[in-house]
């Protein structure tokens, strides 16, 4: 679990995640299990 | 480099102020990139005066766009929603399959469906990179009413395809559940509500019997699964219910849930269609109770449909649903086949007669993708679609669904229901990230193939 909050609140905060797009899901149903 | 100074200008880097709803926080989007910042609301003139982060951002730009650019126009179909059947058992007072169709509809034989995924696995071996492995999603209607069907196909081409079931999981016994579970099957059910008074309030059979006591047994015998989830359709008659249906939902070890605003395609689901305002408060709470819950027991109830904005934001190319994205996954990441063997960008398609693409016994898949009626679906861009063109939270939402916005406004060149909700939901994941509390709310391992590529924290 995660702390409930971070002590010093920073000026900015930004950050990004890159992965292989392989995305199919839709609304009616999400595929996550790919093993 | 042009002088950074000189953002929202001309050519300068655009960067959108977003209240976010916090307190010490506002947001700065790049809408186009879909980068964003956060900025200290006491610091924001430092933060955007030649700083660190604009002077880092400039130097992601291009291959931030590429990214978006990869995502909306690079992928191809790896998946297929596959209904063996027309018919179901239940009659959903909101469901986007026409009643006609469910009631009187037909079977796929099982020969024509192992027809049609030879068929299937020829296309994907010359369309996927080798090894990617498509997946074939059944889908309905009932795909269950053909379980003979269905269970032969996923015995016959498991090693070609990852599965899929969604059902109402009311036609699940325990050996159909130890079938699936023993090939990694994975499943979602079907459920509105914690009580029977609300979940059988919309989801009923034909002669008008509620059916929740069922898919709660099926439920049970898939406790300790961690390959399946639940869908529960949000609408007026249930949204009020959301919180205790979290709760039901964590105590029955459920791993993951959808909660899902009703999808306004066909006439009948509308009348149950929430008001924006309301439903946003309801499904917030729900997703604060699954934060509460998780504080207090260390087990997660991940509510994919928001993980997925939240993802989007974080790590674009890593979401799983492609329906918040423009254009949406319809037709250019999977594709709908009906139990006739008919094709459509997507499921949701499948009563609009307008957007079948052909056959998948009569015609060549390749070219059933470029006719018009798929066209037409991947190429609906956002920037084409008031108001969305400037929101600036374009590439978080996409203006979903085609199939909604062509049946509830008359032209797929408009925006879907429920805008307010989605706008809703995008402030709050970046109260999660302010706070640093984004982990409770996403699936363990959701980052395990992604990597930093910007960074100031």
Partial sequence: MEKKGRKVKKNVIAYRKKCKANGTGLAHYVLLDKK | MYQLNRFNTADGLQLQ??????????????????????????????????SLLLRKYYRRLEVFGEEITALRTGLKPSAVYFNPTDRCNLNCSYCYIPKSLRKNGRHMSSRRLLEALKILKTYFRSSLPKGQKPQIVFHGAEPLLNKGAVFSAIDKFGQDFHFGIQTNGTLLDSQDVEFLKSRRISIGLSLDGHISSVADRLRRSWDGRGVSEKVIESINMLRGYDNYSVICTVTKENMASLIKMVEFLHRMEVPICMLNPVRCTLIGSRKHKPLDSGIARHYLQALDRSYQLYQKTGRKLVVANFANILIGIIAPLARRLMCDISPCGGGRCFFAVSSSGDMFPCSEFIGIKKFKGGNIFKDDIRNVLETAPFKSVKER????????????????????CPAEAHEMNGSIETRGAFCELYVDQVRYAFRLIADNKTGAYLWDGWDKDAFTTFKIR
Avoid: M
């Avoid at chain 2, 980068?35 to 955007?48: E, H, N, Y």
């Avoid at chain 2, 063109?389 to 996409?398: D, K, L, Q, V, Y």
């Fill in chain 2, 381 to 400: 861009r956002i920037e084409n679609i008031e108001p969305c063109c400037r929101c600036a939270i374009r590439h978080f939402c996409g203006a979903p």
């Fill in chain 2, 17 to 50: 102020p977003i209240d976010i709803g916090h307190k010490d926080y506002i947001g700065v989007i790049s809408a186009d990139t879909a980068f964003w910042a956060l900025l200290r609301k006491d610091q924001i003139s430092q933060a955007l005066n030649g």
